[in-house]
């Protein structure tokens, strides 16, 4: 059974700060495609970040690129979000996902292409 469990989220000023963790259980993420998404009230879950089976290749939102990096640490089975000049629309509930099992075809910005979920972490940036 994989849990995800995310930390580090909180509140803090436009132009700040914060890292999100990821923490794996269960099975090795180093075998596993890993993401972050983001929610707000009343709208889809985002894509915000993904990195690839390996851990060699990254993939950002537009609307984060240069500002936000997706890590991976597989000695400590954790995924990282550094997310820097936040801004007020960065406010969201952040989820970590995972996927073991590759669906050829999914795109890895598709919510659908991953199959195990953290219970989310809000980020508040205000202004």
């Known amino acids: 059974q994989v849990q995800l469990v995310e930390s580090g989220g909180g509140l803090v000023q436009a132009g700040g700060s914060l890292r999100l963790s990821c923490a794996a259980s269960?099975?090795?993420?180093?075998?596993?495609?890993m993401g972050w998404f983001r929610q707000v009230p009343e709208k889809e879950r985002e894509f915000v970040a993904a990195?690839?089976?390996?851990?060699?290749?990254?993939v950002y939102a537009e609307s984060v690129k240069g500002r936000f990096t997706i890590s991976r640490d597989n000695a400590k089975n954790t995924v990282y979000l550094q997310m820097n000049s936040l801004k007020p629309e960065d406010t969201a509930v952040y989820y970590c996902?995972?996927?073991?099992?590759?669906?050829?075809?999914?795109?890895?910005?598709?919510?659908?292409?991953?199959?195990?979920w953290g219970q989310g972490t809000q980020v508040t940036v205000s202004s």
């Open positions: 990195t690839l089976w390996g851990g060699g290749s990254t």
């Open positions: 996902a995972g996927s073991w099992g590759a669906v050829p075809g999914t795109p890895v910005r598709a919510s659908r292409a991953y199959e195990y």
């Open positions: 269960g099975r090795a993420i180093s075998s596993a495609l």
